[in-house]
């Protein structure tokens, strides 16, 4: 079992950057890959990046790519979201979660096993 925790979010005016973390428990972390999910208010949970296992595969929402870069430590059993140049409609909720898929990332958030409690992200105009 795997239990994620996030932190990281806040308030950052349109055109900053943000640095999220999500920090594993437990040994088996790097047999899980990684993805970053985001909600906001009335939306459904949306993919945003996603790393496999090994970190040589990585995934992206188009609309964040070239902002976002997802990374991973397995060392330290945390993955990154440095989010660049935030738009007010990047304001969510940013979840990770662990996928024990062996193969490439998923973007189905009902694929994934297990999730964190979320940050709040919050970018004003």
């Known amino acids: 079992q795997v239990q994620l925790v996030e932190s990281g979010g806040g308030l950052v005016q349109a055109g900053g950057s943000l640095r999220l973390s999500c920090a594993a428990s437990?040994?088996?972390?790097?047999?899980?890959?990684i993805g970053w999910f985001r909600q906001a208010p009335g939306e459904e949970r949306e993919f945003v990046a996603g790393?496999?296992?090994?970190?040589?595969?990585?995934y992206y929402v188009d609309s964040v790519k070239g902002r976002f870069t997802i990374s991973r430590d397995n060392a330290k059993n945390t993955v990154y979201l440095q989010m660049n140049s935030l738009k007010p409609e990047d304001t969510a909720v940013y979840y990770c979660?662990?996928?024990?898929?062996?193969?490439?990332?998923?973007?189905?958030?009902?694929?994934?096993?297990?999730w964190g409690q979320g940050t709040q992200v919050t970018v004003s105009s």
């Open positions: 979660a662990a996928d024990s898929y062996p193969t490439a990332t998923r973007r189905q958030a009902n694929l994934y096993d297990y």
């Open positions: 437990g040994r088996t972390f790097s047999r899980y890959n």
């Open positions: 790393i496999s296992r090994s970190g040589f595969s990585i």
